[in-house]
């Protein structure tokens, strides 16, 4: 007990600053649960043992999984309560699992962690009743990826930043043509795509409503690009909900929305030119959603001092550089994002541009507690909008009334 309370104090004692401060008294294994494919492992394992370097008593043990498997297992883990020491968290899972990790405020407090740093949208994001409970490593709006050569085969002028959904649909008819699609719909789309139009789809007590005016005609726009228009391939199932990067690659879409973090997937699997533009806005001014994600502390951890530690360097600016550099993250330092664009996105046109007024345009990204079960019955139910067995607004209605 007498060794335990003089550990405890040595602990509260030094600096939580990261770089340069003292590592604890004994050393410790943390475990790390993080999501990738098997090609990330090598750069999660990196920023793992930069946290040795720093702190050569703390050892980070990496437990990657599949993005799906991850938050599969990751109830499972709580419920067990084998859930590891750092929990890697998506800002969109914040409201279902922000109960399982350790509110940061007070670490932050006695640490050189400056929450100005960070872009402020995501850290809103990995926030709940005002109190954080995760540091990010990277941010990014949802965005349109568009192939160069396609656009300029077919004569048109890249996007502007502030093109409209009818730019949009116009172009896309343009390259919808000799077996290609002009644009690939994916389930999230019908999330973003909407927003990004003035739509809204909670009420003002933060509950969902899908079958206001607005976001039922919004998210018919969408759907008709699909199932009138003939612009797009359908995506038939959940597990399909994503196909478009895949086709994009392909070169069988010419447009599709995804995200900075998918960049350097992206640029492996084409042979052509990739642009970035933003989503397409309405009559009003354009605003957009980021979402990221970041690492925190579980609640039942018996290491968490050194577990902030191992946090500070994670998401530090040595590591932001590397996951930037990669192309794996556009880092949520702000400072640190140069990375990203004179790295990874080098080659990719209108990065920078595009990236700096679409975080100028943002909106708060409105979630509550039953997000994942819509998230899910969007996927479950859009393709049936997509297929003109039912319209929109029934479609909307059916996932309304399983959101009670």
């Known amino acids: 007990m007498k060794r335990s309370l003089i550990f405890a104090a040595a602990l509260a004692a030094s600096s939580l600053s990261g770089i340069g401060a003292q590592a604890q008294d004994a050393p410790v294994t943390l475990t790390w649960q993080m999501w990738g494919a098997p090609n990330d492992a090598e750069l999660w394992q990196q920023l793992a043992d930069l946290v040795t370097q720093q702190y050569p008593d703390i050892k980070v043990k990496l437990q990657l999984s599949g993005w799906t498997d991850y938050w599969t297992r990751l109830p ?35 640490s050189d962690v400056k929450i100005a740093d960070f872009e402020t949208s995501i850290m809103a994001g990995l926030s709940r009743d005002g109190k954080l409970y995760a540091l990010p490593y990277d941010v990014g709006p949802w965005m349109v990826f568009y192939n ?22 116009a172009d896309a008819k343009a390259l919808t043509k000799d077996g290609t699609y002009g644009y690939g719909t994916q389930a999230f789309d019908f999330i973003a795509g909407p927003v990004a139009l003035g739509a809204d789809y909670f009420n003002a007590d933060n509950e969902f409503d899908l079958t206001n005016a607005g976001f039922v005609d919004a998210f018919s726009k969408y759907a008709d690009l699909t199932s009138k228009d003939k612009l797009s391939p359908v995506f038939a199932s959940a597990a399909d909900a994503s196909a478009a990067s895949g086709r994009f690659a392909s070169g069988n879409v010419a447009m599709y929305i995804d995200g900075p973090w998918s960049l350097i997937t992206g640029q492996a699997n084409v042979n052509f030119k990739i642009g970035i533009a933003p989503l397409p806005r309405g009559t009003g001014p354009s605003r957009f959603l980021t979402a990221g994600s970041g690492w925190g502390i579980s609640a039942t951890s018996q290491h968490k001092d050194a577990a902030f530690k191992a946090l500070q360097v994670l998401t530090g600016p040595k590591a932001a550089e590397i996951l930037g550099a990669a192309g794996r993250a556009l880092p949520a330092r702000l400072a640190q994002q140069t990375s990203w664009y004179d790295g990874a996105a080098k080659n990719v046109a209108g990065t920078r541009d595009t990236l700096e007024y679409m975080f100028a345009h943002t909106t708060p990204f409105r979630i509550n507690e039953k997000w994942n079960q819509f998230e899910n019955l969007v996927m479950q139910y859009v393709p049936l909008a997509l297929t003109g067995d039912s319209k929109p607004a029934g479609v909307l209605s059916d996932i309304q009334s399983q959101l009670p």
């Open 76 to 110: 499972v883990l709580v419920a067990s309560g084998e859930v590891a020491d750092i929990v890697s968290m998506q800002s969109m899972r914040i409201p279902n699992f922000y109960s399982i990790l350790t509110p940061l405020d007070d670490y932050v407090k006695k």
């Open 148 to 169: 160069r050569d396609k656009f300029t085969a077919a004569r048109l002028k890249e996007p502007a930043k502030d093109w409209t959904f009818d730019d949009f649909k």
